[in-house]
Every structure is written in C-alpha cells, then in structure tokens.
C-alpha cells in the first residue's frame, strides 16, 4: 500500500473534529445524548408498509435516472404551487447529500469560490473541498444574521455559488424575509449560483417558511425526506432549479448514484402526504422548554427552526465545554466542528423529552466551571 495512491484532494477533506467527539462518544456508557442530527421518531408505519409494498411488488431494478414519474409529477407540482417559474425542473436525488454532491461538482472550477455562512452544514466544507473549490467564510456570530453588505464585499471574480441553509443545522435559526429577499437579489445582480438548502424547510416554529427562490428564479433549491418523515437511512432527496443546470446535474446522476433507491422512492410518495404537523407541534414544545429552562444560565441566539440550539459556552471554549459534558454523561458538539471559531456547542432536541430534562439538569451544573 502507498501513500502515493491517495489523491491529492483528500488531503484538503479533515474530518478530524467530529471524528474526536465519536471517539469520546464511544468512551461513554448510556449518554444523555443530545448530539443526533435526526428526529429520533421511528419513519410512520405508513410510509414502511409503502415500502414493503414496493419491494414486493417488484420495484426492485433501477428507476429513471431523474426518478419515477409520479415522485416527480407530485413534487413538481407542489413547487409550482409555492414558486411559480416556468423554467424550474425538478429530479430525484440520493438524499439532499446527494443532490449537493451533485451541485457542487456541476458548478465548481478549481479555485472557485464558495460563499459558506459560518457556523455551517459541514458537508458544505468538505463538498466544495472536494470539487477543487476555496470556502469563504461569512461570520454570521453572535446573532446568526445574515449581513448582506458582508457578503456584497466577499464576492470576486471567482465566486461562484453561495451556500444558503435556513432552518439552519447547527443554529436552528431561520433567516427574515429581508435577509434572504436582499441575498437573492444580490446572487442575482452579481451572477452567482446562489443553492438554498431546505431540509428543515417542515420544521419553522414561529411563522411560515419562505424560500430565497422566490426573488431569484435561478435558485437552486435542495430538499427531502430525511428530517421531515424521519427516513434518514432511506436517502431520498430531490432538487429543483434552472432546467439548463439540472439536466447537467442528472447527466452527473446518471454516471454516479444512477438513481435514487427505487423503491424509497415509492414510499415517498406516501410520505409526500403524510401529515407531520403533530410532529411539528412536539418538536416546538421541545424547542419551548430547552429555551425556557437554560436561558437563564446561556446565551442562545436563532433556535427558531430545525431541532438545533448552537448555545454559548459559558466558559472556556466550546471544546472544553463539550468535554466538561461528557465528563457528566451528557454528549454535546463542540462549535468548532461547524465553525471557524470554538466559542458554542451544539445541542440536539430531538430526543425524549426525558432524555432533554437530565440533558437540562447537567448543563444547568455546568453553566459554572466544575471546580476540581
Ligand atoms: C443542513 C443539512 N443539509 C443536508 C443534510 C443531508 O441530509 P440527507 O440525509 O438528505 O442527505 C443534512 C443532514 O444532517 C443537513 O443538516
């Protein structure tokens, strides 16, 4: 075996930091575990007996390569509803992953440049590294806001695309209308990709989600199941978009991923009507009571989508903080796992609501350095 074999890119992908916190994770015996970045209810009865169905009835081979075309017409047709563009075609993906691989290897030059909102999904990090393409950060801290003056004076002759997320992972915040209303007009007036990453789009607690794509029409817009029904294994996503760069990503797809999982896809016609608002409604609660219970002792800015709270460490940084908590059982992501700075540590609600009153009884005996 020889070094020599691994290609030179992979020395730009560090995945060293949550790799650490899966090494200290494994160290602990039944954690209070407030790290999972899925819903921790089971995908509904419903949607799994849509999938035994499928498979016994044969759905097994390869699909289309841009899905089966109920999926498409279904999904198609709710984004006509929301947007409205004629030119917006719309494919089936290996979850939203999938669809973002996708994107980026379309898109990206080597040594073009990809604005990231820091703190930041980090696949975006390692995607854009893939793609040969340079991350320009966006500090976004304290208030996760998005300024748009900053991103205005970011852009250069190599900008290519902005990375846009909202219900954000890891902040839980949901941008305003007049943040992302003035960043698609910027992409616009400038020419750059801007890709909306709507994954949490199910999961707004205090108003209705509202795309950037609808002042940009060129807005490449990724989206799926996993959050929403709970399919995270299932890897089902989907993107819409200008149709001339679409049919360049599914041309990708074809001699890539080659198709969804076909029977998945199924399935998510089902889920597509599910009803999750109940789900929804639980997740709020959630969300109500791990504010209420630790903002007395911690600084915690956005938590207004997804099922993230990105909280202040309230000593130390965010690493030390973290390791304090698993000292105590209690598993939490240090900030610098999505961020260029180590100053928050992220929590995961979606979890038991037992599980979130031990989690809030550690982190208020934390808010104060343990002395010893
Ligand atoms: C912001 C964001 N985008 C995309 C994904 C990937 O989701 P999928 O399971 O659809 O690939 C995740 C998963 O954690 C995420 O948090």
Redesign the pocket.
């Known amino acids: 075996m020889s070094e020599r074999w691994i290609a030179d890119r992979m020395h730009n992908i560090d995945a060293s930091g949550i790799r650490k916190v899966f090494d200290l994770a494994a160290r602990m015996t039944d954690p209070i575990n407030l790290s999972i970045?899925?819903p921790h209810f089971d995908t509904p009865d419903e949607i799994k007996e849509a999938l035994f169905e499928a498979v016994r009835d044969g759905k097994n081979a390869y699909s289309q390569t841009q899905g089966i075309a109920p999926l498409r017409e279904k999904l198609e047709a709710r984004v006509a509803a929301e947007l409205g563009q004629a030119d917006r075609q719309l494919f089936v993906t290996?979850?939203?992953?999938?669809?973002?691989m996708l994107a980026l290897s379309t898109l990206i030059n080597p040594g073009d440049e990809v604005i990231v909102f820091d703190p930041y999904?980090v696949?975006y990090k390692h995607l854009t590294a893939m793609s040969g393409g340079k991350v320009v950060l966006i500090d976004t801290y304290p208030e996760f806001k998005i300024d748009v003056e900053k991103v205005r004076n970011a852009i250069t002759d190599r900008t290519k695309l902005i990375l846009f997320?909202s219900p954000?992972?890891?902040t839980g915040m949901v941008s305003s209308i007049e943040e992302m209303k003035a960043l698609a007009e910027l992409a616009k007036e400038k020419d750059v990709a801007l890709l909306s990453?709507e994954?949490?789009r199910s999961f707004c607690y205090d108003g209705e989600f509202i795309s950037p794509a609808k002042w940009n029409d060129q807005t490449i817009v990724?989206d799926?199941?996993?959050?929403s029904h709970s399919?995270?294994g299932w890897?089902?996503?989907f993107v819409h978009g200008p149709a001339h760069i679409m049919q360049q990503m599914i041309k990708l797809q074809q001699f890539t991923f080659v198709c969804a999982p076909h029977p998945m896809q199924w399935a998510a016609l089902v889920a597509a009507d599910y009803d999750i608002t109940g789900r929804v409604d639980e997740y709020r609660e959630k969300r109500d009571f791990m504010v209420r219970e630790l903002s007395g002792d911690y600084e915690i800015a956005g938590a207004n989508g997804?099922f993230y709270l990105f909280v202040k460490a309230p000593w130390g940084t965010g690493t030390e903080f973290a390791k304090a908590a698993i000292d105590h059982n209690l598993l939490v992501i240090p900030g610098n796992v999505f961020s260029s700075q180590d100053t928050h540590f992220r929590i995961s609600y979606a979890a038991e609501n037992s599980t979130l009153e031990r989690g809030v009884e550690v982190l208020k005996k934390l808010a104060k350095r343990p002395t010893s």
């Open positions: 970045g899925q290996s979850g939203t992953s999938g669809a973002l999904f696949m997320n954000s992972n890891p990453d994954i949490y990724i799926g199941f996993s959050k399919m995270t890897r089902l996503g997804a």
